[in-house]
């Protein structure tokens, strides 16, 4: 993949949220460690997908990259420009090229609008105008999204959950992005249903060439999705790589357990091969993260290096270029046979 | 004879389904589209009791917007003392002359004792003043909560609390009380202690006192909703896409607010009314020579022992308004806000 010139460019984004506390005098008694220190690069019309447990601060991430939220550290780079701390009207410009997709598809459409005004709505607030005008704009989205055209003039309460968040595609359509943050877009919705705006979402992202960052709590989804997969715990990435070398040789035993929870069906057969690793116990808070490793208190190898210092993302032996881990005893390369590493993914689908 | 045995939940089921279907699929009703406000209208409009009420509360605006021309055509007007022209209307000890207060086709609803005035017209124009008072307080009161409430709770942090601490001290003052001491020093900031208060001022001193004591209460629950609001994703997606604060408040959340607001309005104009007809009986609101629904049933307790059809045609027409009134908040709520079982 190429990092050579990337569409967005993070590096070391933090994001703490401050707790309050303290009678009479509010003041800050500690922080919540919600996104601590990402790096990670997202090329044109690539996908990356972020995976993670709940609470390990995906949504955050997604927040910062589209700016919702103010990070507290590190730099975003879109395109070259540094848009960490950019206001409201410096980010104008590019606001059109980074929309977000969000999980709730109850809550992210406004129930008092009809779906041509919520459409619509990002062209009048960016003042577009496409040939033809905004509705045969809006007829047009609906159609690629898989919606009645004439339907323009309903309110969201009128329609399914799926049918919710293609309305939810379509807006995100509606300014020609290049980047779209997908934040776990189809958890809420039925398991039938998922797979068909999985599918419409592949579509978009082939067809227009858009790039995705696809937020998911499990691997399963974002293995016919992305081609490159990055994997978070507490904030933190500790492991990225193309998807297939992350799904064929998972150094990590994080991603070891996030692989091995995975269905059986939606995994290659040979998973049956691999041992099953239970997750024991929760994920530790993060407002009093474990030090050195984060994911030493639920680690079976862990030792009294991981508790006392914390272990770079880097590309350890064995790994291919841009495969990174962060764990000071990986597991041992190549436990899957090279040749299956080819396999297409999506005919598992 | 035994029934015949219920089949399998089955059938039930597909009722079910049909009836969640017809509600929920966008191909069930031609292109009609089904608009929040339009299902509440239907909901409205199934409800007898809210649209009698609605129909009793129109007739009342009507007729106080209607007033001048329904006097101009009855051929009396509130002010004119016709017992003075004509002292055979009232008797030796000043009442009415006639049955039932003076009631007759000359004078609909008979006259007054003492002054000798026509209780229709007088009425009419009470009830007029009253409306328009009460109305004029609504407007400014829900305008004053909406910006200070929707403010406070989009832009949270320390105008949030600043604002809440200010609520939390107006609606702690006992206002009733407060109006009763109050209403004699804004007159006073105006005019001399001697000169009589011009109507003017105390209409405008009515409204903007009752609107001091009422926007807190609607702030507050505007404010509350605005930050249950500014979390849902939807604003996020429309931050997403560029939008301006201003936008946000008026395109995504204040559609979002036109229930509670509609709600608080229909509950909040009978309390004016009966607040403006209270501080009028109380001598500090609205006084004697201009009609008003309080001035009058003031004026109707005085006599209420010797005359009671003058204290009972005010008294009537109010407690019917404000129960009327009070009956369609109700229905409009049920309507706007389904889920809200009392
Ligand atoms: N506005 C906020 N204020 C304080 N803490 C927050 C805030 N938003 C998120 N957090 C905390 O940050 C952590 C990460 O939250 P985040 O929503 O990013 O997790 P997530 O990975 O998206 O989880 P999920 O899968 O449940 O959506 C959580 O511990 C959460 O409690
Ligand atoms: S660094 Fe240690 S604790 Fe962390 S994952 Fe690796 S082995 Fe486990
Ligand atoms: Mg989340």
Redesign the pocket.
Known sequence: MSTTNPLLDVSGLT?H?P?KGGFPIKRTVGA?Q??DGLDFQVAEGESLGLV????????????LITRL?EPTGGTISYRGQNITHASRRQLAPIRSEIQMIF?DPYASLNPRQTVGKIIAGPMEINDINPAGGREARVRELLEIVGLNPEHFNRFPHEFSGGQRQRIGVARALALNPKLIVA??PV?ALDVSIQAQVVNLLQEVQKELGIAFVF?A?DLAIVRHFSQRVAV?YL?KIVEIADRDDLYGNPRHPYTRALLSAVPEATVDENATARERIRLTGDVP???NPPSGCRFRTRCWKATEKCATEAPPLVQISGNKPGHLTACHYPETADVIPAQRLSQDPESAA | MTPPTPSPAAPLEVTDESVEKSITSPDSKGSESRSPGRLAWRRFKRDRTGVISACIVIFFFVIAIAAPLIAKLYGKNPYTTYASARPELLDDFSYPAGANGGMSSEFWFGIEPQLGRDVFTFLLYGIRTSLGIALAATILTCVAGIIIGVTAGYLGGRTDYFVSRIIDIVLSFPSTLFFIAFMPVVYGLFVAPDDNVPTWLIAVSLIVVLSAFGWASIARLLRGQVLGLREREFVEAAKVTGASPMRIVFKELLPNLWTPIIIQATLMLPAYVTAEAGLAFLGVGITDPTPDWGVMIGRGAQFYSQDFTFMLFPGLSMVIFVLAFNLLGDSVRDALDPKSKR
């Not at chain 1, 993670?52 to 927040?63: I, L």
């Open positions: 994001k949220f707790i919540v919600a996104v993670g447990e709940s609470g390990c601060g995906k949504s955050t991430t997604g927040r939220m999980q934040d776990e958890s937020i709590h978070m904030g808070s993060p407002i």
